[in-house]
């Protein structure tokens, strides 16, 4: 069974932050999908994956998130 985890993001500046979150996001192991937008600044992530596992992948990436929601 899959869910859905919102993330504030914040630091991202252009469509190459918002791929580069996205790979990102994609690579940790559970998640089946993440939309990531740049306004105003989130992601929606589709899987069972850890949500601290999601949150340091967007630190990793270069970039801050929280729990949104």
């Known amino acids: ?9 914040t630091g991202m500046t252009c469509g ?5 979150t996205k790979k990102a996001l994609e690579a940790v ?3 089946i999908e993440a939309e990531v937008t740049l306004e105003p600044g ?3 992530v589709k899987g069972d994956a850890d949500v601290s596992a999601l949150i340091a992948a967007v630190k ?4 801050e998130a929280s729990v949104d929601g």
Not at 16 to 20: S, W, Y
């Open 1 to 9: 069974m899959s869910s859905e985890t919102r993330l504030k993001i």
């Open 16 to 20: 190459h932050c918002v791929a580069h």
């Open 29 to 31: 192991p559970g998640v």
């Open 42 to 44: 989130g992601a929606l």
């Open 60 to 63: 990793e990436a270069g970039y």
